[in-house]
């Protein structure tokens, strides 16, 4: 029998650290908002005022919302729609665009995702990347863990 070779564990874990990848069908990974900006600096960011951090437990700092109606507030700059949210932060499309309240950030901005429950793009984020010109987004792939996919495993990539 062929003896193993064992290596120490700081030689696994620094193994691992240097050589990890992203598994090919991992789209978790992947965020299209942390290079596009466009939803914060067109839609009109309205939402309850019980979202106001203060007495009625909200998270949103007040000093970056407008009042709006009794019960409606806004993020600054979205109040007519077509400008840019106060707490965006980052050039329009680019890597690195965030949103400076992001834990604290209302409702609406919570909900809104680049892609619809099945996995199609949402057409409202398809709308505005293409007026900042970015391309669209492709519907995610079908991953109902029973389907099996066209993409083959990569080296690195685990079992689950």
Same mark, same amino acid.
């Given at each position: 029998m062929? #003896?193993?070779r064992?290596?120490?564990a ?7 650290a240097? %050589?990890?990848q992203a @598994?090919? /069908?991992? %789209?978790?990974t =992947?965020? $299209?908002?942390l290079s596009?900006? @466009?939803c ?6 309205s939402f =309850?005022c019980?979202?106001?951090a203060?007495? @009625?437990?909200?998270?949103? $700092?007040?000093?970056?919302? +407008? ?10 700059? +979205?109040? =007519? *729609?077509?400008k840019?949210c106060?707490a965006?932060?980052?050039e329009? *499309? ?5 949103c400076? !309240?992001?834990?604290?950030? #209302?409702s ?9 429950e099945?996995?199609?793009p /949402? #057409?409202?984020?398809?709308r505005?990347?293409k007026?900042?010109?970015l391309?669209?987004?492709?519907p995610? #792939? /079908?991953?109902?863990?029973e389907?099996?996919?066209? %993409? ?5 990539d !685990?079992?689950?």
């Open positions: 062929k #003896p193993t064992t290596l120490p700081q030689a696994v874990a620094l193994s691992c240097t %050589t990890s @598994a090919a /069908n991992d %789209t978790a =992947y965020n $299209p908002c596009c900006g @466009a914060c600096a067109h839609f009109r960011v =309850y019980g979202e106001i203060g007495e @009625a437990g909200g998270t949103v $700092p007040p000093e970056l919302v +407008t009042q709006v109606g009794p019960l409606r507030a806004c993020m600054q700059g +979205t109040e =007519y *729609g077509g840019r106060v965006l932060r980052g329009l *499309g680019q890597s690195g665009i965030h400076a !309240i992001y834990a604290l950030r #209302p609406p901005c919570r909900e809104f995702s680049p892609w619809l099945h996995g199609e /949402n #057409p409202d984020c398809q505005v990347r007026a900042i010109g391309p669209a987004l492709p995610l #792939p /079908n991953d109902d863990g389907t099996p996919t066209r %993409t083959p495993p990569r080296r690195g !685990i079992a689950a």
